[in-house]
Structure formats: C-alpha cells, structure tokens
C-alpha cells in the first residue's frame, strides 16, 4: 500500500476562476493575493510542509516576492498557464506562446528554477485539447496533473487510471510512448461510484469524516494529491453577485470552514510536492 500524498496550490486570484474571469474589472477589483495567501504560507512553515505551488504566471509578474518566498521554503514551482485561460480556449500556437510567457516571467524573477509539472487551468485537458500534452513536452515539462476523473458540467474525464501513468490521446488508456507523464486529481472508487475527494470545492462541500476515508481508500490505489486555492482560504474573499448555484460552487465554506480543514488534512497525511512522490515512487518521469 502506499502513502505518499501530495499538496498541490493553485497560486490564482479569485478573479482567475472560471465563473469570475469574464464578469469582473480588474482595475477597480481588490487584489487579495498577499492577504490569502501568506497565512498559508506561514501555516506550511509552521507546520514544516513543502508543497507544489502551480502558479499564473501573471501572479508572478504582479507579486514576484511573494513566488520568490515561495521558492525559498523549499516549495515547488510549477506553471498553471500564464493567464489562466482554459486550454479549450485555446489553438496549440496560442498554448505556446502562453508557455513561452511563463517561462520568460520565471527567468526574469526566479532565476534557476525550472519548472517540471503543469496543471490546466478549469481542469481544462480532455481529448479535445490533449495536443497540449505534446506542446508541454517541447517545453520541457515532464508531468501534468491536468485531469478531473469525473465528468462535470464543466470538465473531467471519467475512468482515467488512478496514478500516474503515461496516457494515449483518449487519456484513458497507457501508452508507454507519451511523452509525458499524467497524474490525475484523486477520486474514492466506491463500486459504481467515483467520489472526488481531491480539494477545493469537493473539500468545501463535502463531510469531512468522508472525506477521510475516502482518501484512506484511494491510498491503497496510488499517491493522492489536494488541491486547493488560496482564495478559498481568505475569509475576505470578495462576494461577488453570481446565480444561486455559481455562489454555491464558489464561495460555500471558503475562509475559515476551508482552513480547519486543510488543517485536518496536514495533521492526517504526511504531504510533499508531486515531484518528489514521482521521483520516489519510481514513476517513469525521464523526459
Ligand atoms: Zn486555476
């Protein structure tokens, strides 16, 4: 069995959500990076957590001491596309240049880093859009945690694999010659059902005791990974007018509801970057 976890952060403002990102003007928007997310920075520290920050690399661009914070504890650095547009938005010249941008912005404020892993902003990577695994690839990047494993109004992939493996272009089945390698958000295969029990809204939402069991459960299967936005963790998280159902998805326990329970998850599980638990676990990450 094994137990390796990872933490994973998505390093966005709340404005970069996919039911936000087109209603809001940034200019007269407050900017609550810094507030949201040096509590969970010092929250890591105190409790000598490293995690794998996917950063927007417009948030490095606007708070380049806030990323190079980041890097000094020891947290890894991974891109979660420039301007966090979805990858359905996008034609694969287009993802270039977005991957190009990135990495510009980190050799300017964070020089000798060098990102490896990669996650789809709105989970975004699907049949559809798996040409960007090949455009990752040629920027050299050697995993992507891109795949929600259910289907939901929005994203998702059903009956992916639950670790990591190197998927064919339907992203269900293995292919040895891809080149890169997929881990997917963690799910609790309870018979018929997949549960996702893998961070943000999920995590909100659902009881926590579950929530636990469930990872429990998908441990025996492979490492699991959390994600979660520090946004969800900001008490102050501006509220902004939305349908009943998009308020749910989007503001239902973010602050301190989301923070106990982050908690409670770094007192249950012993988490590191996905870097380290693929280089441990001797998953195949030659690039
Ligand atoms: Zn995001």
Redesign the pocket.
């Known amino acids: 069995m094994t137990r390796a976890a990872a933490l994973s952060i ?1 390093l ?1 403002s709340y404005w ?2 996919e039911l936000l990102r087109k209603r809001i003007d940034r200019r007269s928007a407050d900017d609550r990076v810094l507030p949201a997310t040096l509590p969970l920075l010092d929250l890591l520290a105190k409790r000598g957590v490293r995690a794998t920050f996917f950063v ?1 690399g417009e948030i490095i661009e606007s708070h380049p001491a806030l990323v190079q914070r980041i890097v000094q504890e020891g947290h890894e650095i991974a891109c ?1 596309s420039f301007s ?1 547009r979805p990858l359905w938005d996008l034609s694969e010249a287009q993802f270039d240049a977005e991957l190009a941008r990135f990495s510009e912005i980190v050799g300017r404020h964070l020089p000798g880093v060098k990102p490896r892993g990669f996650r789809a ?2 989970f975004s990577l699907s049949p559809t859009t798996a040409w960007a695994l090949d455009v990752l690839a040629q920027h050299g990047y050697r995993y992507d945690s891109s795949i929600f494993p259910l289907r939901t109004p929005l994203y998702g992939v059903p009956n992916v694999p639950p670790a990591p493996y190197r998927p064919a272009p339907n992203l269900v089945d293995s292919d040895p010659t891809s080149p890169i390698v997929e881990w997917p958000m963690t799910a609790w295969r309870a018979g018929p059902l997949t549960i996702p029990v893998c961070g943000g809204f999920y995590l909100r939402v659902m009881p926590m005791p579950l929530i636990l069991h469930g990872l429990r459960q998908a441990q025996k299967r492979g490492p699991i990974v959390i994600y979660l ?1 520090p946004w969800e963790l900001d008490t102050d998280t501006p509220r902004l007018p939305l349908s009943r159902g998009d308020t749910f998805i989007t503001y239902h326990n973010i602050g301190a509801v989301m923070r106990r329970r982050l908690e409670t998850l770094l007192d249950n599980f012993d988490f590191t970057p996905l870097w380290d638990v693929l280089r441990a676990g001797n998953y195949d990450i030659s690039g």
Request: aromatic share 0%; no cysteine.
């Open positions: 998505d966005e970069h959500a927007v979660h966090h902003p709105t936005h």
